[in-house]
């Protein structure tokens, strides 16, 4: 059995009054190495990653050499200013780089789920439905195309 802590969403220090513990990539490195346990992870996610202002490949090497991923949120985001203002994209339209990101998964050896989170709808899509079928659309084309 494995724990997987999600980041905070938006990441900040502080949100509404209370301090929040996984805000910065730094703050999520602390969480693995102070607590050193396969059953002790972080459900990474590529959106929130790249909201830190950091390369997303990079830290799935970080946490995958170590064996740190317990699940996977791929996304992506358009970012404005570090942390506090970024746009929910299309997978292959935001800032960060899913073909490197894919590419990291494969270095590593990871082996578990990656699902897409946060996905934009289309026109006369009350459901978000056509997002969904083109985020996996896209995540299933990266994953035959690289794994």
Known sequence: MRLALHPNDPPVP????VAQPLWNLDSMKR???????????VFFD???TTE???DAAEAIRY?????????VHFRNVRVEEPY????ETFVDEGDCDIVAC??????????G???PDHTPGLIDDAHSSMGWAYAIGQLRALRLAIY
């Open 14 to 17: 502080v949100y509404r009054g």
């Open 102 to 111: 894919m590419r990291a998964f494969t270095e590593v050896g990871y082996e």
């Open 31 to 41: 969480l693995v190495d102070v607590i050193d346990s396969r059953a002790n992870s």
């Open 113 to 115: 789920g990656i699902d």
């Open 84 to 87: 506090y203002r970024y746009t």
């Open 52 to 54: 830190y202002g950091e």
């Open 63 to 71: 946490f995958g050499r170590r064996d740190r991923i317990g699940t």
């Open 46 to 48: 590529t959106g929130v």
